[in-house]
């Protein structure tokens, strides 16, 4: 496979880990409180934001050689529109209301979290791969985190970057190493015994949104448990997606990765309004609902995304 050539297998790895993203929110809505000990919340928060943020970092090493500083600013343009755009919509909402103080509208820009992180990797990546030195380059490798936990006031969803960085890193050095698709095979099944091991030992307070990242020794091993966990758990997806070539239909909603994450997070926002019975909260229910909401995100985002500025300003696409 040449450079350019577009593999499948991304793409549709993408659109699984977005409906799983989807499965999660969905959850979160119909079993309220409890959904931290929800088994398939667990399940599939155990490696599916990280396996993300692997892709992400995986071709981003290119953009980066290739476009340098320069790609950076188009690569944030894409990212800060939908945050920009989604919070001034929540912004307008609240004004209907009640007047809001300077603190509460600007919290309004504190959405999309996956598009922040996302940004916060970008910029350490690039500053990563521009540093001549191995020195500066070490670090930089620890720079995001000691950052993120010292200012944790000031930089959007700080705590995710524990999760977010290493496996960004970590795509970026898969790639330089010229690793591809090909080299998963049915050996990484093995990783199903720890995977197995990690799922029973995580804790339902070990979630990045009930233990973030401090320097205490106990903050820093369960996000070292969770870097563990997402390697095993992350390895029996990829290689489960590897054996699954029936899927290869789904590619095109990898494409759409980003314009489903934008369209589901409102479809969410609406959902948590209501009170589920607690029938909803069974697995049966659950899984025909997130794949409703997946295909439903989809097709809003190809509709929205034609009309004029929408694309751009929503999505951070020409809309073409």
């Not at 191995?134 to 010292?150: G, M, S």
């Not at 390895?235 to 054996?243: D, E, K, N, Q, S």
Request: proline share 4%; aromatic share 16%.
């Amino acid at each position: 496979m040449s450079a350019t050539a577009r593999d499948d297998f991304w793409d549709i790895t993408k659109a699984i880990l977005m409906w799983m993203v989807i499965l999660g929110h969905t959850i979160q809505a119909v079993a309220q409180d409890s959904f931290f000990s929800h088994p398939l919340f667990k399940a599939i928060y155990l490696f599916h934001i990280p396996v993300f943020f692997f892709i992400s970092g995986y071709f981003a090493l290119g953009s980066i050689r290739k476009r340098g500083w320069k790609g950076l600013g188009k690569t944030s343009l894409r990212l800060l529109l939908p945050i920009l755009s989604m919070g001034t919509l929540q912004l307008i909402l609240l004004l209907c209301k009640q007047p809001v103080s300077m603190s509460r509208a600007l919290n309004c820009y504190v959405c999309l979290w996956f598009l922040w992180s996302l940004l916060e990797c970008q910029i350490f990546g690039h500053l990563l791969m521009t540093l001549p030195h191995l020195v500066w380059r070490a670090v930089t490798l620890l720079l995001p985190v000691v950052t993120c936990i010292l200012l944790r006031k000031y930089i959007p969803y700080a705590d995710y970057i524990s999760i977010s960085w290493p496996f960004y890193v970590l795509g970026m050095y898969a790639r330089h190493k010229g690793f591809s698709r090909t080299q998963i095979n049915a050996r990484w099944f093995w990783a199903i015994i720890p995977s197995v091991a990690v799922f029973f030992l995580y804790r339902d307070n070990w979630y990045i949104y009930l233990a973030p990242l401090t320097f205490s020794a106990e903050s820093l091993f369960i996000a070292l448990f969770r870097i563990v966990a997402a390697i095993a758990s992350g390895a029996v997806f990829l290689a489960l997606v590897h054996h699954c070539a029936a899927l290869k239909y789904t590619a095109r909603f990898g494409l759409a990765s980003l314009g489903i994450y934008v369209v589901q997070a409102v479809l969410c926002t609406v959902a948590n309004r209501f009170n589920f019975p607690p029938v909803f909260s069974q697995v049966w229910v659950i899984l025909p609902l997130s794949l409703l909401a997946f295909l439903l995100s989809y097709l809003i985002y190809r509709v929205t995304r034609k009309l004029p500025l929408a694309g751009m300003l929503l999505y951070g696409d020409s809309g073409r």
